[in-house]
């Protein structure tokens, strides 16, 4: 069936509409991250860079890592970016846009999201790293989606009972990381834990500055949950996204967590940088090793 023009949309040079991208500019292995700035910060560690390609908060490099092959995407923040992203470059693989027909063959691609987040339990410190297993999603992409029968369920009515959730948020819904991925990257000395993905930075995430939330304490409810035995341990604003369009759409996918904050004990990092970049050296070497 040919989709239709208004649905996939083709810029006159034959790239999708927001990256700007045609299928020969990406890699099968791509490295996420929010900040278009992350990118030149991974990029500048390759052999050689293939294509360069910015619109918006969107900044593609394709290029070598010690040969391999890798593209680098920035998203901008929020699931709402990530539905955009994720679509767009699943589109790049799996529709063919000659004919706007999906194509036969399916191919998977194989995501990793180099991220910054905020920790909620006092033992994860600021400049740790954090593999996320799980995330929680308080923002409502997914549910505009059908063929959700990954989500679990019983996580997010134990979450909603131990919070006193509000009924005008939307349902929290929990989705995992790809299997595979989380034990590679499981031995590598990260720590582990459940990652809540927030509609915001300041509000959806308890911070006060001038604008008190409706409840002072959800912080510490979400801390306090535990759900057979694991913790909600840390805050951001895309994993849940990743984690549910990766599994909508056949692809695989795994959310890295710089922790640059420490909410329960209000500290932040003095070098935020040089975190972000130890979690860069050691992922690019992971790929090479693992054969990713
Ligand atoms: O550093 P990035 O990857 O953007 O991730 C985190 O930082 C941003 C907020 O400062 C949000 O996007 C959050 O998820
Ligand atoms: O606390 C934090 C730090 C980084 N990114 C977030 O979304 N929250």
Known sequence: MKIKESELILNTDGSIYHLNCTPKDIATTIITVGDPERVDAIAK?????????????????TGTYKGKRLTIISTGIGT??????????????NIDFETRALKKMHTALTFI????SGAIQEDIPVDSLLISEKAIGFDNLLHFYDNTDFLDTSFSEAFIKHTNWNSNLSYPYVVPA??????IFSTE????GITATNVGFYGPQGRTLRLPTYDKNLNDKIASFQFNNQKITNLEMET??????????????????????????????????ETIDVLIRKTLEMLVNKEL
């Not at 790809?178 to 034990?183: P, R, S």
Request: aromatic content about 10%; overall charge negative.
């Open 80 to 93: 709402d970016n990530i539905d955009i992203v994720f679509n767009e470059l699943d589109a790049l693989v």
């Open 113 to 116: 999201r180099i991220g910054t």
């Open 189 to 192: 000395g990260f720590f582990k």
């Open 240 to 273: 849940s996204g990743i984690y549910g369009m990766s599994m909508l759409l056949g692809h695989q996918a795994i959310s890295l967590n710089a922790i640059l904050a420490n909410r329960a004990s209000g500290s932040f990092s003095k070098n935020p940088e």
């Open 45 to 61: 560690y390759f052999d050689e860079v293939e294509v360069t390609i910015h619109k918006r908060e969107f900044k593609t490099v």
């Open 178 to 183: 790809n299997k595979e991925l989380l034990n």
